[in-house]
């Protein structure tokens, strides 16, 4: 399997349940993010991986925790969510973190619903 | 706060249509890349332009850059079916070191056989 792999590809969740998303990578990249996608507005960038550290923390809610145990997996851990969190999930990833011209390789994304 | 505002933000034409889509922004970005992406599935890189007033094409799509680097389009020829989508320009903030890509908010193409 080639490129960025996402799972799942849809989820619904209550306010007070725990889910993971996870996020897989099979081109050697060494950093990868983390987007928000909701209806009209621009992508937003929430956390950035470069060889395994956290680079960059959007100022995203602490209800939302990332992790990356190694340079092809990301996770973001989910808890307590609110219904306004409903949106796309999107992982990318490059071969270097983004600083001018890297192309980015999205996955499919989450389709996260907040009941 | 670095903006991009693309528009339309909603087209729908018939096959053989020829369409522009617009980003503009009052900053100066170092690149700009535009994306397309399809029901279901994540945003897919088309192209890179890096240079102010360049121009690439891609087949019967052709991206150009502003002179100031504040602006850019893309111009689709011939419109078919298959280019039905949601197109998104995204700016390369070069000017620190961290980098950051800023993107629009996107154009849904809808193309009608």
């Known amino acids: 399997e080639t490129g960025v792999t996402q799972t799942p590809r849809h989820l619904v969740m209550g306010m007070t349940n725990k889910k993971s998303l996870k996020c897989e990578q099979h081109l050697g990249h060494n950093a990868m993010y983390w987007y928000k996608q909701s209806a009209k507005k621009p992508l937003e960038l929430m956390f950035v991986y470069s060889l395994e550290e956290r680079v960059e923390n959007n100022s995203v809610p602490s209800r939302f925790s990332p992790e990356c145990p190694n340079s092809s997996h990301l996770f973001l851990h989910l808890h307590t969510l609110q219904p306004e969190d409903s949106a796309l999930y999107l992982c990318a990833s490059s071969q270097d973190r983004w600083i001018t011209n890297e192309k980015l390789f999205f996955g499919s994304g989450t389709q996260l619903s907040v009941l | 706060t670095q903006l991009l505002e693309q528009s339309p933000q909603f087209l729908s034409i018939q096959e053989g249509e020829n369409l522009t889509v617009y980003c503009n922004s009052s900053?100066?970005?170092?690149?700009l890349q535009w994306y397309r992406q399809e029901p279901g599935e994540g945003p897919v890189l088309l192209v890179t332009v890096v240079t102010g007033g360049e121009v690439k094409k891609l087949k019967r799509l052709t991206f150009q850059f502003g002179d100031a680097r504040k602006d850019s389009s893309l111009h689709i020829t011939a419109a078919q079916p298959g280019d039905t989508g949601l197109y998104l320009c995204?700016?390369?903030?070069?000017?620190?070191?961290?980098?950051?890509?800023?993107f629009g908010q996107g154009t849904t193409l809808q193309v009608k056989p």
């Open positions: 995204a700016g390369g903030d070069g000017s620190s070191n961290t980098g950051k890509l800023i």
């Open positions: 900053s100066v970005f170092s690149s």
